[in-house]
């Protein structure tokens, strides 16, 4: 099974066709999951450690705004894990929206940059679209190799 990123990175539809097809999404919703249960972490709504500020820092420069660093601390990690990835563009808010252009902007890049197989699709506009959209995305994913799951 590989692991799988996906853009929007908090889209519950992606994260589902992947989990469907044997693979491992890598997705915000369990990132922020880690944060909200884990023992030690600060109280909400701060959710951090005193750490992950500065590893925001590897993906963004201290001249941007402290939230996309904040965002990139969680994001960057599961791009660098990834051995693929699905793009879609044009997406409505309910589809997936991370609230910040710029982070976005920044976390389709960093995928587009890793060389690994990824998927690029737009946003489907009717039943068809739809149908096909589902269609490709199935393909690409059991095109991927069967990789081990790592063993932590």
Do not use: W
């Not at 884990?38 to 939230?67: Q, R, W």
């Not at 894990?81 to 879609?88: H, L, R, S, W």
């Amino acid at each position: 099974m590989a692991k799988i990123i996906i853009y929007p990175i908090n889209s519950l539809i992606l994260s589902d066709l992947v989990q469907r097809f044997g693979h491992t999404p890598l997705a915000m919703m369990e990132k922020i999951k880690e944060k909200v249960s884990t023992v030690g972490v600060d109280s909400p709504p701060l959710n951090i450690t005193a750490e992950e500020p500065k590893l925001g820092l590897k993906y963004a420069a201290v001249e941007v705004p402290a939230g996309i660093r904040g965002r990139m601390a969680i994001v960057g990690p599961m791009i660098e894990q990834a051995e693929a990835g699905i793009i879609v563009a044009e997406s409505p808010m309910a589809f997936g929206c991370m609230g910040c252009a710029r982070t976005n902007e920044l976390t389709k890049y960093l995928i587009r940059s890793r060389d690994m197989p990824i998927l690029e699709l737009d946003f489907p506009k009717n039943d068809d679209d739809g149908q096909e959209f589902v269609y490709r995305i199935a393909e690409f994913l059991k095109s991927l190799p069967q990789m081990e799951e790592a063993t932590e």
